[in-house]
């Protein structure tokens, strides 16, 4: 039965548990009790769902003193925190997931779903996609505002009225405008000048971008096909003639996620997950290269040494993409203690080898990720530990860590990259010195021995690209010259994508073996156009965005006072 109360209550909830009538309540709490039962729903105390609004879900969790008002459109799988309000012809529909706190004005689309586009089939035939929406605690989402399907939207963000959100959106930000772009942070109560925002990109880039992501979807399945060894136990190799190896497997299911939207076809993704989890050494809880060091007799694996430290993010985010995670914690970081991990991180060699201490923290960030998030027992301790001694160790001169040599600062920046990823954009915290480590990139990036035209390899690209994109999230140091750069590797990148192969590691002409295309090349390639598209304003035309290893938005947020 419908409750019996004043219509105020449906288009303004929040008034309803304050002012109802003893009556009111005791029918909105039959009518509650009801739609439960029919529906499944979990509602928390002082909940108010107004009879008039349309609930028609697979799943409904409803927290303490959140309110859905009339007319509101929900299906799908939805989580709803504390504190929330829907109001009144509000659509939410699909995978939805929003924390505490969260204020979304009437008449707003969060549609956590989309239809394929294959030119072959008429749009009413297309299937339904849903990466789903996450919305963090501290919301508020202004009245006629439309996020898409596979949008995180941070804590303590603020949508403005109208906006159509398309991308992620960082905690603490106030986006607006169609698309919506970044206005100014919203702790920034100075009226200082907000961070420049990245020009729209013009029509020109629009169609190479969207060309080019058409290009690599069709070839897709024939680049995976030909990396597949079709043996009795059938395994990936990075490319024909070589032997399998984990990373390739990793590469593949990245591959897929990103162009196709589903796990490589080769095997189920049930096949995909035992394969990759049944690799995991159980003492350490590290992945060994396939046919060295095999399961039994990985206890001689080493966290820091070979293959299997990057494993811990290759395998880690192949598992998540396949909608799994690690089946034992990673042992050798959730047993480190803080004064370990000081020891650890000081006998890093900072000064000769950057590059190779920079992919250290961030296989141990990685680690503590997976172990934080995966119920392994971790605490955050450890990580504030770490991000102690980044903070108090970083160069305020060159905004990296280790110092950049008059020869060159390519072990520096690629060592920044890696520390970085694993560390601060994982975790969604601001680096440090932020211009200064502007400069420092920007005085790399032009060294024609790895950047001229014919020189570049991914790594190098992708080392010098995200701490751009990164740094761009804090500031408009040298933006115009950052654009410029992108914008140079962007037009030469578009054009190494070989039909039915994919893109190669590397296009200098030394890099021999290097200079075939692999599933690794392809792989790296992908994210880095669209970080470079990103960097100009135009990535949302390549209709992809990566979510693995190279995933733009932060995977965890710690917890804060």
């Known amino acids: 039965m419908n409750p019996r109360h004043d219509l105020k209550y449906d288009y303004s909830p929040w008034t309803f548990w304050g002012s109802a009538a003893d009556s009111e309540r005791e029918a909105q709490l039959e009518y509650q009790e009801g739609i439960a039962e029919r529906l499944g729903i979990l509602l928390g105390e002082r909940a108010f769902l107004s009879p008039l609004a349309n609930l028609d879900t697979d799943t409904l969790s409803i927290g303490v003193g959140s309110f859905i008002a009339a007319h509101a459109y929900v299906t799908g799988s939805i989580t709803i925190g504390d504190d929330c309000t829907i109001n009144a012809f509000t659509v939410v529909r699909g995978n939805i997931t929003m924390g505490d706190g969260v204020r979304i004005g ?78 100014r942070d919203r702790r920034d109560t100075s009226g200082a000048k907000p961070a420049a925002q990245p020009p729209a990109a013009d029509d020109r880039m629009r169609s190479a971008l969207a060309a080019f992501a058409n290009t690599a979807r069709a070839d897709a399945p024939t680049i995976l096909a030909r990396s597949w060894r079709p043996a009795a136990d059938g395994q990936f190799l990075d490319r024909p003639g070589v032997e399998p190896t984990v990373r390739a497997h990793c590469d593949a299911i990245e591959i897929a996620d990103l162009l196709l939207g589903s796990v490589p076809p080769q095997l189920s993704r049930e096949e995909h997950v035992r394969r990759l989890q049944g690799l995991q050494d159980h003492v350490t809880g590290l992945v060994p290269e396939l046919g060295l060091d095999g399961p039994a007799s990985a206890g001689g694996l080493r966290f820091g040494a070979g293959p299997a430290t990057y494993h811990v993010l290759s395998v880690g985010y192949a598992l998540d993409l396949a909608g799994s995670r690690f089946v034992h914690p990673i042992h050798a970081v959730a047993e480190t203690d803080p004064a370990s991990l000081v020891a650890q991180m000081d006998s890093l060699p900072w000064r000769k080898e950057a590059w190779e201490a920079g992919a250290w923290v961030d296989a141990w960030g990685t680690a503590a990720y997976w172990n934080l998030t995966q119920n392994h027992g971790s605490s955050p301790g450890s990580l504030n530990t770490l991000f102690g001694w980044l903070m108090t160790h970083a160069n305020p001169l060159a905004g990296t860590w280790g110092t950049p040599t008059d020869d060159t600062r390519l072990k520096v920046v690629n060592g920044y990259y890696r520390l970085t990823r694993g560390t601060f954009a994982q975790f969604g915290l601001p680096v440090p010195y932020v211009e200064r480590l502007v400069d420092t990139v920007l005085e790399h990036s032009a060294d024609p021995r790895y950047f001229g035209p014919g020189r570049q390899n991914a790594c190098n690209v992708l080392d010098v690209a995200h701490p751009l994109w990164l740094a761009a999230k804090q500031s408009n140091h040298r933006r115009d010259e950052a654009n410029a750069w992108a914008r140079g590797q962007l037009s030469q990148a578009l054009g190494w994508w070989r039909a039915g192969e994919g893109m190669a590691f590397s296009i200098a002409p030394e890099s021999g073996n290097q200079h075939l295309s692999t599933l690794q090349g392809t792989e790296m390639w992908l994210a880095i156009i669209w970080y470079l598209a990103d960097l100009l304003g135009g990535a949302e035309a390549l209709g992809y965005r990566p979510r693995g290893v190279h995933r733009p938005e932060p995977a965890h947020y710690l917890p804060t006072l």
């Open 106 to 183: 009437a008449h707003t689309s969060i549609l956590g779903f989309n239809h394929s586009m294959d030119p072959s089939e008429p749009v009413f035939r297309q299937p339904l996609t849903s990466k789903g929406i996450t919305i963090g605690d501290d919301v508020w989402i202004g009245s006629n505002v439309v996020i898409l399907d596979g949008v995180t939207v941070g804590s303590h963000a603020v949508l403005a009225a109208g906006a159509v959100v398309t991308k992620n959106v960082p905690e603490w930000s106030v986006v607006g405008g169609n698309p919506a772009r970044r206005i």
